[in-house]
C-alpha cells in the first residue's frame, strides 16, 4: 500500500540552528501518526513544510506519491494554530467565512462536519460562549471542510483542561474509523499513546526512531517480581537462563528479555523450587513516557 506521506531527507536551518537534520519516514494510509519530541525538536517546522508553508532547505516530500501540489493541498485539512474565528459570530456563520476564504468545501458541508465535532446543539452559539475544548473542535470542524482525506494537527490539546483532552481524543479515534488519516505533533506523550497507531520521535532536529507505537515503544519484555526478601530474589535471578539484565527497583526486581521470549511459568518454578514464594509477579512493556525519556535523554 502506498503511503500518504513520504519524507525523505528534510533539512532545515535558521541562521546557525538546525531545526531538522536529514529527516525521513514514512506515514502510513489510516494511521493515526504522533510526531513527539521536547520544545524546540523541529516538530512544527516540519508541520509547515509538509503543508507548503515554509520550504525546507534541502530534501523532499511527497502526498499520495506525488510532489506537494495545490491539488493534493486540497486534500489535506490541517490546524496549525486556533483559527481566527470572529468572537460574535455563531459556530455556522464562522465556518461560513471559513469555506468562503478558503474555498474547501461546500456551505452544506457546514451541518455535516459540526455534527462530527459533537456541536450541533451549539452551532448557533457565539463562538465566545464555547469552552476551550468547544473552540478547538470547531477549528477541526474547520479542517473537515472539503472531506480531506488527511488532516494535520498541531498539539490539538495544547491548553485544554482534562475534560476537554478526553474530547479531543475521542474525536481524533472517531476521524480514524472512519478512514481519515491523521498526522498529529504533541508533547502530551500518555495522550499520543491512547490514540496513535504510529509514531515518530523527534529531539534537536533529529530523527530518533519511527514505526508502529508497539514496536517503538516494545523492544524488549519486562518482568517484575516481588516477595519478603528482594534482595536475596535479585541474587538468586542473576543466574535464571536468557535473561539480559536484571535490575532491583526498590522492593521490586525487574527482569529483562529480548522481546516475546519472557517465560513467566519458568520463572515462577524456578523460584518456587529455590524455596522463594513471589507475591508478584508481572509482565509489562515500556511506558511511551519511558521510552520517550530514554530516547531524548542526554
Not at 495545490?70 to 469555506?99: C, M, W
Not at 448557533?124 to 488527511?150: C, E, N, T, W
Not at 526486581?253 to 524455596?275: H, S, W
Request: some cysteine; overall charge negative.
Amino acid at each position: 500500500m502506498q503511503p500518504v506521506l513520504t519524507l525523505n531527507g528534510i533539512c532545515k536551518s535558521y541562521g546557525k540552528i538546525q531545526a531538522l537534520k536529514n529527516v525521513a519516514f514514512e506515514v502510513p494510509e489510516g494511521s493515526v501518526f504522533g510526531i513527539l519530541g521536547p520544545n524546540g525538536s523541529g516538530k512544527t517546522t516540519m508541520l509547515s513544510i509538509i503543508l507548503d508553508i515554509l520550504k525546507a532547505d534541502a530534501g523532499s516530500f511527497a502526498w499520495f506519491g506525488q510532489p506537494g501540489s495545490p491539488e493534493t493541498r486540497k486534500q489535506i485539512g490541517s490546524l496549525l494554530e486556533t483559527p481566527n474565528f470572529y468572537h460574535y459570530l455563531s459556530a455556522v456563520d464562522n465556518l461560513n467565512i471559513t469555506h468562503a476564504i478558503s474555498g474547501r468545501g461546500s456551505a452544506a458541508d457546514i451541518d455535516h462536519v459540526l455534527e462530527i465535532v459533537k456541536l450541533s446543539e451549539r452551532k448557533r452559539s457565539r463562538f465566545s460562549a464555547y469552552s476551550l475544548g468547544m473552540k478547538q473542535r470547531l477549528a477541526i470542524a474547520a479542517a473537515l471542510l472539503g472531506d480531506p482525506q488527511v488532516l494535520v494537527f498541531d498539539e490539538p490539546t495544547n491548553g485544554l483542561d482534562p475534560v476537554g483532552i478526553a474530547e479531543i481524543r475521542e474525536l481524533i479515534k472517531e476521524l480514524a474509523r472512519r478512514g481519515k488519516t491523521i498526522i498529529m505533533a504533541s508533547h502530551l506523550l500518555d495522550e499520543v499513546e491512547k490514540v496513535c497507531t504510529h509514531v515518530a520521535i523527534l529531539k534537536k532536529g533529529t530523527l530518533l526512531t519511527a514505526g508502529p507505537v508497539d514496536e517503538v515503544l516494545t523492544n524488549e519484555d519486562i518482568v517484575e517480581l516481588s516477595c519478603s526478601n528482594p534482595i536475596h530474589l535479585h541474587d538468586l535471578l542473576i543466574g535464571f537462563p536468557g535473561h539480559t539484565h536484571i535490575k532491583l527497583e526498590g522492593n521490586k526486581v525487574q527482569l529483562f528479555f529480548p522481546i516475546g521470549t519472557a517465560p513467566m511459568e519458568d520463572i515462577n518454578r524456578y523460584c518456587f523450587e529455590k524455596g522463594i514464594t513471589l507475591n508478584l509477579l508481572f509482565a509489562k512493556k515500556k511506558s511511551l513516557e519511558t521510552k520517550f525519556f530514554e530516547l531524548t535523554n542526554d
